[in-house]
């Protein structure tokens, strides 16, 4: 299929849910919204694995539960193949520990279901900005647990001014090579502030940084 042209300002979206009511109901929502476009639908797994890799879009919306293909190895299998689109997870899964392991395998959001359609708006577009982005509710669950790392690691203080900064723009979703030309610095060098910041803290997966993260409150603009 020919990928639709990419009007400039436009957040492109691809919407992953095996009902179709459903699909048309999100598709009406979004398409409301301005700079907005839903370029494509899937209606299992697999099928959204094939679209997010052929269309490119900004954002997938993607229903954990669906047929063939489904939750975390859909999402691993769509970070790893295509990895320039930005997943949000849209389940009614709401337990601490399906949402790490999501955040985990790639995904930049997680939303509910029970969510009003304004918080979805705003979750794809912060999704889209390369932020990343936890229902309200999940991240309250997970700050009961907050994130820490190995026995014996450092607290945030411990931290150069350096490190936190790369540690905050890597977990807003920003690519090495984007922080490298923000911070006027190598990409060499961010990867090193971002390892040793990590050992540092004991944090060894993309989960354990975003729990980090909200802990200390580095998502609350987003």
């Keep these: 299929m020919t990928q639709p ?8 979206i691809v919407i992953a849910d095996d009902h179709a009511i459903v699909r048309d109901g999100l598709r009406s929502l979004i ?11 899937a209606g299992d797994g697999d099928e959204a694995w094939r679209r997010a890799c052929e269309l490119k879009p ?6 954990l ?3 063939r293909v489904t939750g975390i190895d859909g999402a691993e299998r769509i970070a790893r193949d295509c990895p320039g689109v930005r997943i949000l997870a849209l389940t009614a899964h709401e337990e601490r520990g399906y949402v790490t392991r999501l955040l985990g395998a790639g995904a930049a959001g997680y939303l509910v279901k029970r969510t009003a359609g304004a918080e979805l708006v705003r979750a794809i577009r912060v999704v889209a900005a390369g932020g990343t982005y936890v229902d309200p509710s999940i991240a309250a669950a997970l700050l009961v647990e907050p994130a820490r790392g190995a ?6 203080g411990a931290l150069t001014p350096r490190e936190a900064e790369v540690l905050q723009l890597v977990v807003r979703g920003h ?7 923000s911070l006027a610095i190598g990409v060499k060098t961010v990867e090193t502030h971002k390892a040793n910041a990590m050992a540092k ?4 997966s993309r989960a354990a940084l975003v729990r980090f993260a909200l802990d200390q409150g580095w998502l609350a603009e987003d």
């Design 31 to 41: 398409e409301a919204q301005p700079g907005l476009e839903v370029v494509g639908e």
């Design 65 to 67: 539960s669906m047929p």
């Design 5 to 12: 042209t990419t009007r400039a300002g436009v957040i492109r």
């Design 175 to 181: 690519l090495n090579k984007e922080i490298a030309a």
């Design 151 to 156: 026995p014996g690691a450092a607290g945030p």
């Design 58 to 63: 900004d954002v997938l919306l993607l229903d």
């Design 201 to 204: 803290l004991g944090l060894t």
